[in-house]
């Protein structure tokens, strides 16, 4: 019975920490909700997996191997970027770390490594994508304004006209005289989140 209680304990604290991983981290800044279903059930089947195998006689190596078949799952049906593909293989690592950890294994040891791990995806989301730069696509059909002498007009055009706010740059693609348009690519910042980046 006290086995079956910390196997509980375990599945609820590793959901715990994919949880904070997932909806604090990584959804604030234009996450998606289906990924932090992803990563959850991700999370509870490998969990569930590692605690059942560590107590079995097989041995750590086909547990890791357990681990390695979940952790490469992809989604065929769409692109994954590869800051979805790292959150998905961080949940699995909390999950197989946590489950496989040996009993003598102080549990400080295991919440500190636990708040390291999210300490560092906090620290990288926060200086490397928020404010992240976005860029857009837009055919543009002012030839006038795309002149150099002109480019404060034209920043001020796609500001009033297509709601892009703070923009950095903006370079000219093809010119068609015929249908009097112009590609641009606008990269500018977006600190509202209601752009997102053309692939």
């Known amino acids: ?12 604290y590793i959901l715990l920490v994919v ?20 990563y959850l059930m991700l999370a509870a089947i490998i969990s569930i997996l590692c605690l ?13 191997g357990i681990f390695a078949v979940f ?16 959150y998905i293989f961080l949940a699995a690592g909390i999950a197989a770390k946590n489950a ?12 500190l490594t636990d708040v390291f791990i999210l300490l560092t995806a906090w620290i990288s989301e926060y200086f490397l994508f928020r404010n ?19 480019r404060e007009q034209l ?12 923009i950095k740059s ?9 249908k009097n348009s112009v590609r641009l690519m606008v990269t500018f910042t977006d600190s509202s989140g209601a752009h997102f980046a053309d692939n």
């Open 1 to 12: 019975m006290e086995t079956l209680l910390n196997a509980i304990i375990e599945f609820w």
């Open 19 to 38: 949880f904070i991983l997932g909806r604090v981290i990584y959804y604030p800044n234009k996450g998606k909700p289906e990924f932090l279903f992803t």
């Open 52 to 64: 059942m195998i560590s107590r079995t006689d097989f041995s750590i190596g086909f547990a890791l």
């Open 71 to 86: 952790s490469i799952i992809r989604y065929r049906t769409l692109p994954i970027s590869p800051r979805e593909m790292t």
């Open 100 to 111: 496989l950890v040996p009993d003598e294994v102080s549990i400080y040891k295991i919440v």
């Open 132 to 150: 992240k730069p976005e860029v857009k696509m837009i055919v543009y059909d002012n030839l006038d304004l795309i002149r150099p002498d002109n």
């Open 155 to 166: 920043k001020q055009d796609l500001q009033q006209r297509f709601g892009i706010p703070e």
């Open 170 to 178: 903006i370079k000219i693609g093809k010119v068609d005289t015929i």
